[in-house]
């Protein structure tokens, strides 16, 4: 079993604090609400959120996904840092056994950078392709804009 890592940056207006709290604390209430045509509801299968929780992501009937249940390893809300790890999904990962995200919001002038390293554990004899990477990550940036654009436009969210 091989593991490919990827990492990348995004920059934000908004103060890290918010969009963590949107992103990771939130995200149950808040991306529902933002990205409806994308994302139907996002529940707590076990556990409050904290270290050990299962979030289970129900997306919408369009998309080519159904779910994704991710365990939190990882909990700092003080230094705005998650850990995570994808257990289940309904997409067959004949190529994957696991995937591994590590995000952290660190403050840059009035906003934000976040920095997410995702690391991908390859089945023996599997290979998974960059492009494939780069799908999934280009769909996580679009859904981390949205995110941000909604709290500018409701400065009172998350704050």
Not at 4 to 21: H, L
Not at 114 to 134: A, P, R, V
Request: glycine share 8%.
């Amino acid at each position: 079993m091989g593991v490919i890592t990827y990492s990348m940056e995004i920059t934000s207006a908004v103060a890290p604090s918010r969009m963590f709290k949107a992103l990771v604390l939130e995200s149950h209430n808040i991306l529902p609400k933002i990205v409806p045509e994308g994302i139907k509801s996002v529940e707590f299968i076990e556990g409050d959120g904290g270290v050990g929780s299962i979030k289970k992501t129900n997306f919408s009937e369009s998309s080519h996904i159904k779910y994704t249940k991710h365990k939190v390893e990882a909990l700092d809300a003080g230094s705005f840092y998650c850990k995570y790890t994808m257990i289940e999904s309904d997409i067959k990962f004949d190529k994957i056994d696991f995937v591994t995200e590590e995000v952290k919001f660190v403050a840059a002038g009035s906003g934000c950078v976040c920095k997410m390293t995702s690391e991908y554990h390859i089945k023996e004899g599997g290979e998974l392709k960059e492009e494939d990477i780069k799908k999934g990550k280009d769909k996580a940036m679009g859904l981390y804009k949205a995110v941000e654009e909604y709290l500018v436009a409701n400065p009172d969210v998350c704050a």
